[in-house]
């Protein structure tokens, strides 16, 4: 697919967005929820699944740019649209991309967001995958916004092939997400359940909380909560769901405004 056809689905926000909830443990509620490109919807209406074209965007440039400002002021409009509607005060949770992190445009861009959307940034995470590599002003601007706009950032997939230690300590994450191939293992692989309370210990040692992934099972959900682990997320708690959807999720398990 060419660069034009993916910028003018891009320009006209013809992104199909879906949700999917993060649980806290020991509140019964959820109130963070993680939006993302499911599908592009062609001119003829038919959609296309986003992920051989979200390759195409990582590896350019401007596509890069051009997407992730587009999923975070339309994310961030949406989040609030459904907090009004539903009286809650819901956390976004946004995946985003290095070369968007690294540019030079990233903080002005994220400021712009929360004065016209009226998102508060500390109703704002932003995760970076582990696998990813920031260079240093990448490091540099998530810093700046997790201190000057509250904003939240979460390393993702962690404990995944290499793990990628030293961007623990190049910059100030508030949560750790472990990969979902832990829980699949637990708790019948004895290994699989040291390694995850291993983990734990060492996030607890760092100050940052843990959200566990792929977590599908009720003996799932009742290892991580005892082992002292912050949210969870998997299909036990909902598959991702479009946001008419998700809407009727949170009606139901989101705190009210005034209540968290």
């Known amino acids: 697919m060419e660069q034009h056809t993916i910028s003018a689905m891009i320009l006209k926000n013809e992104m199909v967005i879906h949700g999917q909830p993060k649980w806290t443990f020991g509140k019964n509620s959820c109130n963070t929820y993680e939006f993302f490109v499911s599908d592009f919807r062609r001119p003829d209406g038919n959609l296309l699944p986003s992920w051989p074209i979200l390759e195409i965007i990582e590896r350019d440039d401007a596509l890069t740019m051009l997407f992730s400002i587009a999923l975070l002021w339309e994310s961030a409009r949406k989040i609030m649209e459904i907090s009004q509607r539903t009286n809650t005060h ?21 400021k712009k967001c929360l004065e016209h959307t009226g998102l508060e940034g500390n109703r704002l995470q932003f995760e970076i995958s582990e696998l990813q590599q920031l260079s240093a ?16 950032l979460c390393m993702g997939n962690f404990g995944t092939h290499l ?81 008419e959807a998700l809407e009727e999720y949170i009606s139901h398990y989101a705190l009210k405004a005034g209540h968290e």
């Open 90 to 110: 819901l956390t976004l949770s946004l995946n985003v991309l290095p070369k968007f992190v690294e540019n030079e445009h990233f903080v002005e861009q994220v």
């Open 137 to 152: 002003e990448g490091c540099q601007n998530l810093n700046y916004v997790r201190q000057e706009l509250g904003i939240q």
């Open 163 to 243: 793990t990628n230690m030293p961007l623990l300590y190049q910059v100030h994450f508030d949560t750790l997400e472990l990969a979902r191939e832990y829980a699949e293992h637990i708790p019948e692989n004895e290994m699989a359940c040291k390694a995850a309370i291993a983990i734990q210990h060492m996030a607890d040692t760092l100050d940052i909380r843990m959200c566990a992934k792929g977590v599908d099972n009720q003996d799932q959900f009742e290892f991580f909560e005892e082992i002292g682990t912050f949210k969870c997320q998997g299909s036990l708690i909902s598959n991702s769901m479009d946001l």
